[in-house]
């Protein structure tokens, strides 16, 4: 992608160097419109109302006028030569991209399973799990328990304690593709009010700050995989539900624990 953005740019500042400035009102010097163009110049050196109108496509023929007043250059044989040179190299290189990710998509269709498992967490899409599965695979026999591929993730705290006091550390190096993709995944969780990773999230924010409630969702999410690429279970919103009340149970029973201790009488509602 890199290199394809590089080449495109290559070739606009030509054109913009010989006259013809085409993202003045192309929205993408290369699409559609903007290719016929080029291809056009390649072979003729300038361009007309006439083979302007044969180029453009759909609404752009609305502003034919203002475009040719943009495309008022000319190109020499020379410039025509380099033009088709870097045109093709562009168009080479889309194809080389092209024919990668149709073997990517060919190979995640190995791994339908797993990926239909990831794309159940929300925040999740294709492309994240296919991301993901590239990195950690679907095998998880290799990582005895969540803790070592967390730590292999980068994802792990640090441990920085000195004459008895614990300062700041920060998280291990690890993978960084898997540690980028698992934060941004986390991002977006993080604006879904009605989930219950995005309740933990916040309240980690209130403590910690952003960044780190970032981290610490990214590893709880590379956590949940790890178990769902292990048991084969999809996730399941309903089972943090149930543990939420569970939780809210026993901290209402600690409380009238506490309370009749105090020699207070506890009634529960009915």
């Known amino acids: 992608m890199h290199d394809i953005t590089a080449q495109k740019n290559r070739i606009d500042k030509f054109l913009q160097s010989s006259g013809f400035r085409f993202t003045a009102f192309l929205s993408d010097a290369f699409g559609a419109s903007g290719r016929n163009i080029i291809r056009h110049l390649i072979q003729n050196g300038s361009i007309d109302r006439e083979a302007l109108n044969k180029c453009l496509k759909t609404q752009t023929?609305?502003?034919?006028?203002?475009?040719?007043?943009?495309?008022?250059?000319?190109?020499?044989?020379?410039q025509r030569s380099f033009l088709s040179m870097a045109f093709h190299h562009l168009e080479q290189l889309e194809a080389h991209r092209?024919?990668?990710e149709d073997a990517i998509a060919a190979e995640i269709m190995k791994h339908s399973e797993a990926l239909n498992?990831?794309?159940?967490?929300?925040?999740?899409?294709?492309?994240?799990?296919?991301?993901?599965?590239a990195e950690i695979g679907t095998n998880m026999s290799a990582f005895p328990d969540s803790q070592h591929i967390c730590s292999w993730a980068g994802l792990?705290?640090?441990?920085?304690?000195?004459?008895g006091k614990r300062k700041s550390a920060h998280i291990n190096k690890g993978n960084p593709y898997l540690k980028s993709m698992l934060c941004e995944v986390g991002w977006i969780i993080s604006g879904k009010q009605t989930l219950y990773l995005s309740g933990w999230y916040?309240?980690?924010?209130?403590?910690?700050?952003a960044k780190r409630a970032t981290v610490a969702l990214a590893r709880k999410l590379l956590t949940l995989i790890y178990t769902m690429l292990k048991t084969g279970e999809p996730y399941n919103e309903d089972c943090f539900e149930q543990r939420r009340k569970r939780s809210e149970r026993k901290r209402a029973n600690r409380m009238?624990?506490?309370?009749?201790?105090?020699?207070?009488?506890?009634v529960a509602p009915e």
């Open 202 to 209: 916040w309240r980690v924010k209130q403590r910690k700050g």
């Open 256 to 266: 009238a624990n506490e309370l009749q201790k105090l020699g207070y009488l506890v």
């Open 156 to 163: 792990s705290p640090g441990n920085h304690e000195s004459a």
């Open 98 to 100: 092209n024919e990668v």
């Open 61 to 78: 023929r609305n502003r034919i006028n203002e475009i040719l007043v943009a495309l008022n250059g000319s190109l020499s044989i020379h």
């Open 117 to 133: 498992l990831l794309c159940s967490i929300p925040g999740i899409d294709v492309t994240a799990a296919a991301s993901i599965i």
